[in-house]
Every structure is written in C-alpha cells, then in structure tokens.
C-alpha cells in the first residue's frame, strides 16, 4: 500500500491564483481530513469528510472547498489565493468504527503564497 | 485558549536520559494520539489511548480521563528521537484538535 499521497510537494502561487491540492489513500479508510500547519502553530483542521459525498467544515475553513467523489480521492480546491494561505498542508485519513482508530498522514505540501 | 496544550515546548537532553512531554486537554475525549514529525516534515502516529498506558519499545504512553493529561515517556533517549512531538485529542464528534508540538533534541 502506498498509505496516503499528496500532490505536489511544493507550490508557489501568485495572489488571486487557483490551484487544487491532491490527495489520495489506498487504504479504504472512510475517513480523511486537510490540516495546514504554520510555523509554531498546531495543524489546524480545515475540512474532512466521513465518506463519499459527504464533507464538513472543520476549524479554519474559508478560502477552501473540498470534495469526496470517491473513497480514494480528497482534494483541497483554494481559489484567489492569498498570502494567509501560505502554509504546509497535510492530508490524513483513518478508519472509523465503534471504536476510534489512528491517523495516517500524507508527506504534506509546502505552499507559498507571493 | 487552545484545547490541547503541551509543555515542555523545547526540550533537549543528553543520549540516554528519561524524558517526559506532557500533554493537558480541555474537551471531552474519545481519544488522544501521540505523533512524531521529523525534520523532513512527515507525521506518523506513535500512540492511540483512550485510558490507562501503552508501550512500543522504548516509548510510553500514558492518560489519566479524569485530570484530563496524557504523558509521553522516552527511557535511553536516542539521538534518533531528536523530532518534534505532537499531541492530538479526538473529541466525539471525530474532530481532532492538535497542540503545538514538543521540539526534542537528544545530544550524543
């Protein structure tokens, strides 16, 4: 298994550009979320979905929009971007039953915003 | 105020010494997991508990429900250790909140 995957590694994008973070796990987990993580701070969640069709809003939302197609697939959409958005941003997904299961994290994606 | 707080922020110890990171939440729990981040950036999970203690080598882990703390142990700490940890409560809603990482340096 390939685990959990993020494309692309880096990104440098001008303010008022678009671009669509990729996420995808091999691992049917239903769960998966998208963190941005800034220099001395916690990850902060920003969205996640609980399967296919489904997502929510998670603590720091605006300037996203995401989608869950599928199982597989969990991308980030950050349209007219802006230098607050400059951050790493992390995918992650698990499994969630009865009882809570762990966290598999992407490598993250190191976006600038200029 | 953040829901997760950990402390000691940076800490640094020489090879072989016995390290504690602390971790003190302020919401209802199903869960608290315990990451490592290494300095290239990838997260992994160490530890998931609910309640009472884990083990995994030279790692420990422990909670108390009722004081709403956790505790992360390194015995022999290891150059190998030197990574950020990071503390994170699942609350039941199946949100996660994070605090802001434990910076470790263990010097040979």
């Known amino acids: 298994n390939a685990g959990v995957t993020q494309t692309p590694k880096f990104r440098i994008l001008k303010i008022g550009q678009s671009m669509t973070l990729q996420c995808t796990q091999d691992m049917n987990h239903n769960y998966m979320y998208w963190y941005r993580q800034d220099p001395g701070m916690g990850l902060k969640l920003i969205y996640y979905?609980?399967?296919?069709?489904?997502?929510d809003k998670g603590e720091v939302p605006n300037g996203y929009n995401v989608s869950r197609s599928t199982t597989e697939d969990f991308p980030l959409r950050l349209e007219l971007a802006a230098p607050s958005q400059t951050s790493v941003y992390f995918c992650a997904s698990s499994y969630s039953g009865r009882a809570p299961y762990e966290q598999y994290f992407g490598p993250g994606t190191r976006l600038t915003v200029t | 105020k953040n829901e997760v707080e950990q402390s000691p922020q940076n800490l640094t110890a020489q090879e072989g010494e016995f390290i504690t990171i602390n971790c003190s939440y302020s919401v209802g729990i199903s869960a608290l997991h315990w990451l490592q981040q290494h300095p290239g950036g990838g997260i992994v999970s160490l530890f998931m508990?609910?309640?009472g203690k884990k083990k995994h080598g030279r790692l420990i882990a422990t909670i108390n429900i009722q004081e709403k703390h956790s505790s992360l142990h390194i015995t022999a700490s290891h150059p190998r250790d030197s990574a950020v940890y990071i503390c994170a409560v699942r609350n039941t809603g199946n949100q996660f909140y994070f605090g802001t990482g434990t910076s470790l340096t263990v010097i040979p």
């Open positions: 508990l609910s309640s």
């Open positions: 979905s609980v399967g296919a069709g489904i997502t």
